[in-house]
């Protein structure tokens, strides 16, 4: 459950947002979208711990987070807009690293399913951005945690095989979790029960 009040953030004197209250439950999600700039990628940044200049209060799992509570101590998964992964692992490394039980017959699935499994013994630098976007996705389901923060996570990859992977996802992963999933694709917002939220310049 992530729930937001009255958020606000400037850069510098750039207001990017205020006052922006919602919430979110658990087992169900939200579609963020907006123009380009509009402070959606800022939005989840400060959810997952990594921009702590804001005013305003945020709840996770029915706790207030303070502003010094790490990334990693907020129990959330974050799929970053620009994929980031360990150089120095491999893709299989990289995925299993921050599972709490190292189900590899679990890994192997997901990744059969959002079709990396090719990719498993590669370095990040031997694979495409697209496939990295995926890669990062993957390693966030397989975390286990409860909330999810999804930037774009699908927007290279065509659509019928967006189709297939969302229809997974719905059924396996997200159905399970608290989501809050950055999108401007019709075909996502389509194959999936979240209301959606639409952020303004
Ligand atoms: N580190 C920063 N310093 C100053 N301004 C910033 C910084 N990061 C982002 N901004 C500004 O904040 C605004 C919101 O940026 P943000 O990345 O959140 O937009 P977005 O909605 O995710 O856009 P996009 O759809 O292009 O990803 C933009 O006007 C951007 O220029
Ligand atoms: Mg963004």
Redesign the pocket.
Known sequence: MIRATKLTKF?DE?Q?FKDMSFEVGENTGLFIT?P???????LLRILAGFDTDYSGQILIDGTEIQKELEPRNRNIAIVF?EPTLWNHMSVEQNLAYGMKKKNMQELKLLAEKLQIAELLKKYPEEISGGQAKRVSLARALLSGKKNLLLDEPLSNVDPKTKEIILDFLKQEYLDKKCVLYITHDKDEIGSLPFEVMEMRI
């Open positions: 850069y750039q990017i907006g380009s700039g509009c402070g959606k990628t800022t807009q």
